[in-house]
């Protein structure tokens, strides 16, 4: 039996649930988000890991042998939030119940018991596994020990091993504390050597290994300030790599036999979770019960030579599984299918090559469920096989009932369902270089569970969406959406690679141009790219005011280089000269890496389950992001073509849809009436604020204006406001002012949606999608803050998302129902892209306007614009 012990790093973990969840209490007004996200942590590692021992390590006070090395060691850390500190007893007092042993050792932090203790364990020949919230644990990795960091909120870890550290960094575990030695640790107040960051750390130590071979070898050190640096802070930098290491020889008094884990009393964490008031860990107890030791239960399936109808029934759950991300070249390698009559393997080229199995795939009365419907529809199809009948599709269904909950796979959607039916496809298929299809054996009982799970989901789901009434979210928008998106991402979009080429060579001499006028400006040559040799031309050579600083030197990110626009001719060039560049390498070579070799098409992935608003992303290439602003980034539309000849590409975009909804939701009559009159709402606006005449309104009024209306819908600061028009903050908050005592319903509605969010935890758009917002109320202020400005803005960006949708439905049935070519190719943001014959043209200059402008009913009118060109640049 293989021995496994668990190393928890008691203080880290607390401190990070405690500010990964908002400041719960129970109805003693006790805190408990610490404890309560501890306890989620403790019972993923027991049921994942299960661990024969187990020690949750803890700092025994604020003092260490470090700070008489160098007494301002942790100095700028911030006191112990009292809400946390009084969490702490109960803590313990759970790990008790669990019959965990804890532990703390005076004048020595939890990582060097931690330390002490794995290293005892790997001669003893255990498996180690240590969770922490400190990345200076990963030192600790070996061959036998793999350090866990919380990735994000409690139970999202990161694995450390020897091999990522050094697929990340380049380095070995041990060089870990090399690297805090040059660069310092900042929540640690180790110093290192100034000027030094991780990227110069990882180059030093790539060429000389340790940071004592670096200072007994000054000379070969390139760049004369760091040279220096080195050398100026020689004693400085050993020091910190002395208080960066881990001691792993502390005088532990345990014994690794004492630490044998054999589960919990019962009683006492029954007791511990009624008094803090742990209702759904109370309800998850007895299901934990019947799991132990959380073995998968034993499911009988059958590997299938001959179809029947006994696989091939009237409804089922159907599994076409893919091993790659790209699911439009991607290999099939097996179906599976569960039904009443039980759970059954089909290998792919028996599947794949039977008459009765394509039959049932492309039968629309056999009701089939999924996980995924549109991959699992577009990878049969580039097989030329039309998968018909879905009926329900259990990811799509778990997206909407919490968008903000990753779902990465079905083994991720039926734990969370608490039901442990399989395990995780990395688990049976390994990751990266070791990805591999495993025997045949293991791979049919693999997929036979997906199906089962899927299967047993459905009912679940169902219940689930009726409750939160979402079923018809799903059942009406959804679910034909992704059917629709499936067709859009078979049928691609025709790109002219001879004029991305051509554009490319463009933007190369635009860059090679905009390289030399930067280098006269500066009167020296240097690299661009390198904010450490663009930071000294701006700040010493020109004497541009420094605006913000790094530890390796001066700040050259975005937002410092647009606020010295205007101030010296270089700062315009180099933002225009990182534009094209970013449009070259993202766009122009980013597009030509993605045009299918027969098609000669790109086919996007349309994103249907990831973002919390509802709205679609697409991946490989993202079409979201083509930045349009700028001409150079519109142009790239030009390669954008109809896929036969005498077609054309017609667009059609709603017109300020967000102020139209954000209209009807407030019920604001001001802003009501402003649509209904189709006034221009910025000129309206400007003429409220300003208090002038329509033929008095100025084109920077207007642009205030428009940043106002479009600001308030994100929820924007009188700084944010300040930032975008370049006015003083005191100015941009009478501005808003001004508007929310003109626009007293968005204000209301504004307050309103806060304070239900507060009570909910949710808000909703008109079609009843929800977002969850558990950080409105953090008791930090910048959290707190952004959760408020999320409530505000999703109803509204959130039911845009939802109307787009509908359009989309609505335009495929009026296709097919008039029997039209034009297709359906891309949705970017509020505009739809068609190609379509010309002889089609008059038809949908009507149908497309009518069609997307009634596919909901709001106070106030929806209005869309469209035009059609040769290209998807001409029509815009």
């Known amino acids: 039996m293989t021995k496994k012990l668990v190393l928890i790093d008691g203080n880290s973990i607390a401190y990070r649930a405690f500010f990964a969840l908002p400041l719960l209490n129970n109805d003693k007004g006790i805190y408990t988000n610490a404890i309560y996200g501890f306890t989620n942590m403790l019972l993923k590692v027991l049921e994942e890991e299960k661990p024969t021992h187990i020690l949750v390590a803890f700092d025994a006070g604020k003092t260490t042998f470090r700070?008489?090395?160098?007494?301002?060691?942790?100095?700028?850390?911030?006191?112990?939030?009292?809400?946390?500190?009084?969490?702490?007893?109960?803590?313990?007092?759970?790990?008790?119940a669990y019959k965990?042993?804890?532990?703390?050792?005076?004048?020595?932090?939890?990582?060097?018991i931690i330390g002490t203790v794995a290293r005892q364990a790997e001669k003893q020949d255990f498996e180690v596994k240590i969770i922490s919230g400190d990345k200076d644990l990963t030192q600790l990795a070996t061959e036998k020990t793999t350090v866990s960091i919380t990735k994000k909120g409690i139970t999202d870890v990161e694995p450390h091993t020897p091999e990522s550290i050094q697929e990340k960094y380049g380095l070995s575990p041990a060089q870990i504390i090399d690297l805090k030695g040059l660069m310092g640790?900042?929540?640690?107040?180790?110093?290192?050597?100034?000027?030094?960051?991780?990227?110069?750390?990882?180059?030093?130590?790539?060429?000389?290994?340790?940071?004592?071979?670096?200072?007994?070898?000054?000379?070969?050190?390139?760049?004369?300030?760091?040279?220096?640096?080195?050398?100026?802070?020689?004693?400085?930098?050993?020091?910190?790599?002395?208080?960066?290491?881990?001691?792993?020889?502390?005088?532990?008094?345990?014994?690794?036999?004492?630490?044998?884990?054999?589960?919990?009393?019962?009683e006492k964490v029954v007791k511990i979770f009624k008094e803090l008031g742990f209702q759904s860990l109370l309800d998850k107890m007895g299901e934990h019960e019947n799991e132990e030791a959380d073995e998968m239960p034993t499911i009988k399936f059958e590997k299938v030579e001959k179809?029947?109808?006994?696989?091939?029934?009237?409804?089922?759950?159907?599994?076409?599984?893919?091993?790659?991300?790209?699911?439009?070249?991607?290999?099939?390698?097996?179906?599976?299918?569960?039904?009443?009559?039980?759970?059954?393997?089909?290998?792919?080229?028996?599947?794949?090559?039977?008459?009765?199995?394509?039959?049932?795939?492309?039968?629309?009365?056999?009701?089939?469920?999924?996980?995924?419907?549109?991959?699992?529809?577009?990878a049969l199809r580039w097989r030329n096989i039309d998968l018909a009948g879905i009926e329900f599709d259990v990811l799509i269904a778990s997206y909407i009932l919490n968008p903000s909950e990753t779902i990465d796979d079905i083994a991720e959607l039926a734990k969370a369902k608490n039901k442990h039916l399989v395990q995780k496809d990395e688990v049976i298929y390994g990751k990266g270089a070791k990805r591999h299809i495993p025997d045949e054996d293991i791979l049919g009982e693999h997929l036979a569970r997906k199906a089962l799970a899927i299967y047993e989901l459905e009912e679940l789901l169902i219940q689930e969406l009726e409750e939160n009434e979402q079923f018809h979210l799903f059942s009406e928008l959804e679910l034909p959406l992704s059917a629709i998106l499936s067709d859009m991402e078979t049928t691609g979009v025709k790109i002219d690679v001879n004029r991305l080429k051509e554009m490319g060579k463009e933007l190369d001499e635009q860059l090679k141009q905009l390289e030399k006028d930067i280098h006269r400006l500066a009167g020296v040559s240097f690299n661009i790219n390198s904010p450490k040799q663009l930071g000294p031309i701006l700040f010493e050579k020109l004497n541009l005011p420094v605006l913000k600083k790094t530890k390796t030197?001066?700040?050259?990110?975005?937002d410092v280089l647009e606020k010295l626009r205007g101030q010296h001719e270089i700062v315009e060039k180099i933002l225009h000269y990182r534009q094209l560049g970013k449009l070259q390498s993202t766009y122009i070579e980013g597009l030509l890496k993605v045009v299918h070799r027969d098609t000669h098409k790109i086919h996007t992935r349309f994103n249907q389950a990831l973002t919390q608003t509802g709205r679609l992303s697409s991946t490989d290439p993202n079409l979201q992001n083509i930045p349009i602003r700028l001409e150079e980034g519109r142009k790239i539309r030009q390669a954008f073509i109809p896929s036969e000849k005498d077609w054309v590409i017609f667009a059609a975009d709603y017109s300020q849809i967000e102020l139209r909804v954000l209209a009807h939701i407030s019920g604001d009559e001001k802003l009501i009436?402003?649509?209904?009159?189709?006034?221009?709402?910025?000129?309206?606006?400007?003429?409220?604020?300003?208090?002038?005449?329509?033929?008095?309104?100025?084109?920077?009024?207007?642009?205030?204006?428009?940043?106002?209306?479009?600001?308030?819908?994100?929820?924007?600061?009188?700084?944010?406001?300040?930032?975008?028009?370049?006015?003083?903050r005191k100015e941009a908050g009478e501005f808003i002012k001004k508007y929310f005592e003109i626009y007293k319903g968005v204000?209301?509605?504004?307050?309103?949606?806060?304070?239900?969010?507060?009570?909910?935890?949710?808000?909703?758009?008109?079609?009843?999608?929800?977002?969850?917002?558990?950080?409105?109320?953090?008791?930090n202020f910048n959290i707190r803050s952004f959760a408020e400005r999320t409530a505000m803005n999703t109803p509204i960006q959130g039911s845009a998302a939802d109307i787009i949708k509908k359009a989309m439905i609505d335009m495929a049935q009026e296709i097919e129902k008039r029997n039209l070519q034009t297709r359906l190719l891309l949705q970017v943001h509020d505009e739809l892209v068609f190609e379509a014959p010309k002889d089609e043209i008059e038809i949908l200059e009507k149908l497309v306007p009518e069609v997307m402008e009634n596919a909901i009913q709001l106070k106030v009118p929806l209005k869309v614009d469209y035009s059609y060109g040769s290209t998807w640049y001409e029509a815009k």
């Open 67 to 96: 700070h008489k090395t160098f007494k301002e060691y942790k100095g700028t850390r911030q006191k112990t939030p009292p809400e946390l500190s009084e969490q702490l007893p109960f803590i313990r007092d759970l790990l008790d």
């Open 100 to 112: 965990i042993t804890t532990y703390e050792l005076e004048n020595y932090e939890a990582d060097d």
């Open 185 to 266: 640790d900042q929540s640690d107040n180790i110093p290192g050597v100034p000027g030094v960051g991780e990227k110069t750390a990882i180059k030093l130590l790539k060429q000389f290994e340790t940071v004592e071979n670096i200072l007994n070898s000054i000379e070969e050190v390139n760049g004369k300030k760091l040279k220096e640096n080195l050398q100026n802070y020689k004693e400085q930098a050993l020091m910190s790599k002395q208080l960066a290491t881990i001691h792993c020889e502390a005088p532990v008094e345990i014994k690794i036999q004492d630490l044998e884990y054999k589960g919990y009393d019962k």
């Open 307 to 378: 179809l029947s109808d006994k696989v091939l029934s009237e409804k089922a759950a159907l599994l076409v599984e893919i091993i790659d991300e790209n699911y439009h070249t991607g290999e099939i390698i097996g179906f599976s299918i569960a039904n009443e009559n039980g759970c059954f393997y089909i290998p792919a080229e028996i599947a794949l090559h039977s008459k009765e199995f394509i039959e049932w795939v492309k039968d629309e009365t056999k009701r089939k469920v999924v996980y995924d419907a549109k991959k699992s529809i577009v």
């Open 553 to 558: 030197g001066y700040s050259t990110s975005a």
């Open 673 to 728: 009436e402003a649509f209904q009159q189709d006034l221009d709402i910025h000129t309206k606006t400007a003429i409220d604020v300003f208090h002038v005449e329509e033929d008095k309104v100025t084109s920077n009024m207007r642009r205030q204006a428009k940043a106002v209306n479009f600001g308030i819908v994100y929820g924007i600061s009188d700084y944010g406001l300040s930032q975008n028009l370049g006015i003083t």
């Open 747 to 779: 204000k209301e509605y504004m307050d309103g949606i806060i304070q239900e969010a507060k009570q909910k935890g949710y808000v909703t758009t008109l079609m009843q999608r929800r977002r969850y917002i558990p950080e409105i109320t953090s008791r």
